[in-house]
């Protein structure tokens, strides 16, 4: 494929308003998933469970291909995939080498699982392709209402744990000798993650799901350590991520999940960029006051 027949295939907008009117829903839904995605990817950050997520999302991913294998919902199968890891690894992961060690179990199960699973499908390739990599188009109005409304459920309950997990993800000894539940607010929050991941997966797929997850939050700890600064920026830089992967996608042939993960990861490099002057500019201001 030559450079011109790239571009065609990438970016392609001829009748982009047309098609623009026809993806409302998905544009939507994109924008809520960001927005949870922006969210929970703050305190995975804060908990240092970027290597949790991947692992999660590789039983989701068999839950989910086991779903298509028998018919069933994907969203539901992907559901009960993620959740059951979350709790495996909320309740036997108690410390950071336990949880490393069955996240390495759990990863290479899960996706052998899942590629075994496809393998038994003999439905459309289309089906299978999109849970590796991201299918959400052609939402229609009672799917974003289910999506939208387990993404509030997620929401508000973080919410009403908000404090406390911030306490015990920041210094866990100091907030269990508080009183803090730090085990219980541990595994409610894996729980919320693994419904996260398995929302997730519609826009970037299995592999691809810390695109929404992990990179919105890093970049934002790149430019701010203000807590409440850092949620809102990962908030706008997963919608910006997930909408705009959406629009551009529309005028491709490809899956979402490259747009979606190219901006994610501009918006890194360039948050890492700025953190990077920023620090230098600090280090230079300090060495001339000591002169």
């Known amino acids: 494929?030559?450079?011109?027949?790239?571009?065609?295939?990438?970016?392609?907008?001829?009748?982009?308003?047309?098609?623009?009117?026809?993806?409302?829903?998905?544009?939507?839904?994109?924008?809520?998933?960001?927005?949870?995605?922006?969210?929970?990817?703050?305190?995975?950050?804060?908990?240092?469970?970027?290597?949790?997520?991947h692992g999660i999302s590789e039983l989701s991913f068999a839950g989910a291909a086991f779903a298509l294998l028998i018919g069933a919902d994907v969203v539901f199968g992907s559901l009960i995939g993620s959740v059951a890891a979350a709790l495996l690894l909320g309740l036997m992961g108690v410390r950071a080498r336990d949880k490393n060690s069955i996240i390495g179990v759990i990863m290479p199960f899960g996706l052998g699982l899942g590629i075994l699973f496809l393998a038994l499908y003999e439905g459309r390739a289309a089906n299978k392709f999109g849970l590796l990599t991201g299918q959400i188009v052609s939402v229609d109005t009672v799917q974003l209402q289910a999506l939208a409304g387990t993404a509030v459920v997620v929401m508000i309950a973080l919410a009403a744990i908000w404090r406390p997990l911030s306490f015990a993800s920041v210094d866990p000894e100091l907030a269990e000798a508080r009183g803090v539940p730090v085990r219980a607010l541990g595994i409610v929050f894996m729980v919320l993650l693994g419904v996260s991941v398995a929302l997730s997966?519609?826009?970037?797929?299995?592999?691809?799901?810390?695109?929404?997850?992990?990179?919105?939050?890093?970049?934002?700890?790149?430019?701010?350590?203000?807590?409440?600064?850092?949620?809102?920026?990962?908030?706008?830089?997963?919608?910006?991520?997930?909408?705009?992967?959406?629009?551009?996608?529309?005028?491709?042939?490809?899956?979402?999940?490259?747009?979606?993960?190219?901006?994610?990861?501009?918006?890194?490099?360039?948050?890492?960029?700025?953190?990077?002057?920023?620090?230098?500019?600090?280090?230079?201001?300090?060495?001339?006051?000591k002169v």
């Open 1 to 53: 494929m030559d450079l011109d027949a790239f571009l065609q295939a990438t970016f392609n907008f001829d009748n982009y308003g047309e098609l623009l009117t026809l993806v409302q829903n998905s544009i939507w839904a994109g924008a809520v998933l960001g927005l949870l995605g922006g969210l929970v990817g703050t305190f995975v950050m804060k908990r240092d469970l970027a290597f949790a997520v």
């Open 201 to 289: 997966i519609q826009v970037v797929g299995a592999l691809l799901v810390l695109a929404l997850l992990i990179t919105p939050a890093a970049a934002a700890l790149r430019v701010t350590s203000s807590p409440r600064l850092v949620v809102l920026l990962s908030v706008v830089f997963a919608i910006t991520a997930t909408v705009g992967g959406i629009l551009l996608a529309l005028g491709g042939r490809i899956p979402i999940s490259p747009y979606v993960t190219t901006l994610s990861f501009l918006i890194y490099v360039a948050c890492r960029s700025v953190g990077s002057v920023r620090a230098r500019r600090g280090h230079n201001g300090r060495i001339l006051q």
